[in-house]
């Protein structure tokens, strides 16, 4: 069975349709790239699946290992294993990352009928995981991303998909407002968590990004609906040749 | 559905009517004839064996109420209350004086019991001392004297007390053991002509705390209030009177809820404060009062008058409260800041939901050298409420160097609440500092997906977001205190999400 299926899905916002009838199969341990221009639907893709309120599902299906997506509140999606790094990571003055982290990790750990963590194993555990990813210990200690740069924003979503161990992550824009080392760190950070029973799916606008996130797939969306899939020589292709061909394609 | 639709929705279902605290004790009650005179006056007086000067003290209040007006200034709206129709006292029956635990009526103990604030002291009342020198925050002293109605049911710990020199009990006993105490301090913060509610208190209350701490002497516990209103159609007069004697240092802890009645019922407590020189006090609240029904009825009406005397150099009054009950709250903690040096302070969080009003803030009165004051007020409505900051700072001709800093941000649940804020600053001399900052936002959907999207649910985001928008508040309060307000604000805020 697949891990993820997304079934000629169209999606409306405000009356407008921005998904026309998008189709995409993902299974478990291949890293996907979707690529397409401003106002492809990438971004609508992920918020859709991550279950994001504003959006109107018209037609089609979100299957995640057979189970109908779009039945479940978001909060359960991620505790099945969904997760979303978010192109902009918001910032929750006052509540310390270490808190959130330990809550957020706990509120999914008992909606899967698991034990909580006891307050020694989750520092352990996030000691660990924030020493891979070159995240200071005092940045735990700050408010969720207050005053956070791009990067330490960034990594700080890598080391949420660490400790959740979701089994699809969905990677919004990770590369934009990054500079060239913060990339690095954050994509070193994402490829470390690559596994065979963890598929991920990368969206940008960039090839660069795939340069350090190597895909098995990539897909080109055009206008709301994948318009052509490939592997990862198509996002080479893309790169020189640019968007424009596929515009007249949709 | 939006996430903050979906949350104006829900708060539009609340039930508020499933009141947690919504339960009533049966235990047998002495009241008073309903309305107010005289005669009530000297009933009262009577009732608690008064001396003659405590009589006089009442009566001149009450002449004097008599010529008084409601004050309408404030932004709440309520139906006119008609004074002649309450009961001004309401006791429980007195059985005999009360020395321990098990003399205490068991309805009031069970009353405790359902508050789901099981006396934390229960174990220090049986004698179940903490080994020496343990300072796990779980075992700290507290001294509890229990206000059950009108009426002090037990005041404890007061042997260890005694041993500091710290008088701790009921005012209505210090009247007649310590009169030339309360003799000179009564009254001498806030004057019995000082507002409406001050005087009506002056003339009626029932009873309080009475607090004196002896020059250089740090409490060796905190002391600490609960109370309920729990007599149908009973205005409840508190009446509180704490002296810090110089260099002394006390603090002080006030909780309380109340059970649901459809009647509203009027609060009208006065807490007078006093530091002299180098003296500490703090003051904690947390009030969670019936705030009304679905539709707005019952709730408790709290008129506050609280203010502090810094009446000693480099004496310090800090005020902390978190402020979630009452239909109606009016209530403006201030300190008078008279000692060269001296110091007051404010932190408030004050939430509002369904249709409660809140209209509250402080008053900085700046009158000696060198004198600061800070203030940090949070304030979140939700549902219909209208929640109102309203400060004054206020710098006398004499008072060079003052300095005040004041933060007032303000968080909106939903599209139907208010948040308004009005501040006073005045400074009548050019040396003065004083800054205002103030902010207003609302609990955006982007932050409530983040969280959720991280397995939190709708009611966790919003309980952890306001939970980091009050900290700074909440680190003022002392540990006990803090962990049960946060409980408390998770719990309204249950209320207020669904």
Known sequence: MALLEVKDLKVRVEEREILHGLTLTVNEGEVHAIMGPNGSGKSTLSHVIAGKPGYEVTDGQILFRGEDLLEMDPDERAAKGVFLAFQYPVEIPGVATMTFLRTALNAQRKARGESEYSTPDFLKKVREVSKSLNIPQDMLKRGVNVGFSGGEKKRNEVLQMALFEPSLCILDEMDSGLDIDALRIAADGVNALRSPKRAMVVITHYQRLLNYIVPDFVHVMSRGRVVKSGGKDLALELEASGYTQFEDAA | ?498
């Open chain 2, 1 to 498: 559905m939006p996430a903050v639709q979906e949350t104006v929705e829900r708060v539009k279902r609340i039930d508020v009517d499933q009141y947690r605290y919504g339960f009533e004790t049966l235990i047998d009650s002495e009241k008073a004839p309903k309305g107010l005179s005289e005669e009530i006056v000297k009933f009262i007086s009577q009732k608690k064996n008064e001396p003659a000067w405590m009589l006089q003290w009442r009566l001149e209040a009450y002449r004097r109420w008599l010529t008084m007006t409601e004050p309408t200034w404030a932004r709440v709206d309520y139906p006119k209350i008609d004074f002649q129709d309450l009961y001004y006292y309401a006791a429980p029956k007195p059985k005999k004086t009360v020395t321990s635990l098990d003399e205490i009526d068991p309805e009031i103990l069970k009353t405790y019991e359902k508050l789901g604030i099981p006396l934390r002291e229960v174990a220090m009342l049986e004698g179940v001392e903490p080994k020496p020198g343990e300072q796990d925050p779980a075992q700290r002293k507290i001294a509890v004297d229990a206000v059950f109605d009108s009426v002090s049911v037990a005041t404890t710990f007061k042997a260890e007390l005694k041993k500091a020199g710290v008088i701790f009990m009921p005012i209505s006993e210090a009247i007649r053991e310590h009169p030339e105490l309360v003799q000179k301090y009564l009254g001498s913060v806030v004057p019995t002509s000082d507002n409406f509610y001050a005087t009506l208190n002056s003339a009626v209350f029932s009873d309080g705390s009475f607090v004196y701490v002896p020059p250089g002497v740090r409490c060796p516990m905190e002391l600490s209030t609960y109370f309920r209103i729990n007599e149908r159609n009973t205005g409840q007069f508190e009446r509180t009177l704490i002296i810090a004697d110089k260099g002394s240092y006390v603090s002080y802890l006030e909780g309380c809820t109340a059970p649901q009645r459809d009647e509203n019922q009027l609060h009208a407590a006065v807490v007078e404060l006093v530091a002299h020189d180098d003296a500490e006090i703090k003051y904690s609240t947390v009030q969670n009062w019936y705030p009304g029904n679905s539709e707005g009825k019952g709730g408790i009406y709290n008129f506050v008058t609280k203010r502090g005397d810094c009446r000693g150099a480099n004496s310090k009054i800090s005020w902390t409260q978190v402020e979630t009950g009452s239909a109606i709250t009016w209530k403006y903690p201030s300190c008078i800041l008279r000692g060269d040096n001296s110091r007051g302070e404010f932190y408030s969080i004050a939430i509002s939901n369904g249709f409660q009003q809140v209209d509250s803030g402080t008053k900085m009165i700046h009158l000696g050298k060198n004198t600061s004051s800070r203030i940090i007020s949070k304030g979140i409505a939700a549902g219909k409420s209208q929640n109102t900051y309203r400060g004054l700072v206020t710098a006398h001709r004499k008072a060079t160097g003052a300095r005040n800093f004041t933060a007032c941000d303000s968080l909106l649940i939903g599209d139907k609440c208010g948040a308004h804020t009005v501040p006073y600053i005045e400074a009548k001399n050019s040396s003065a500092t004083f800054e205002h900052e103030a902010t207003t936002s609302k609990i955006s959907e982007d932050v409530l997906f983040y969280c959720i999207q991280r397995g939190l649910s709708q009611e966790e985001a919003v309980g952890l977001v306001v939970n980091g928008f009050v900290k700074d508040v909440l680190q003022q309060l002392p540990m006990e205190f803090a962990v049960e307000a946060q409980k408390l604000i998770s719990i309204s805020l249950e209320g207020s999400v669904g």
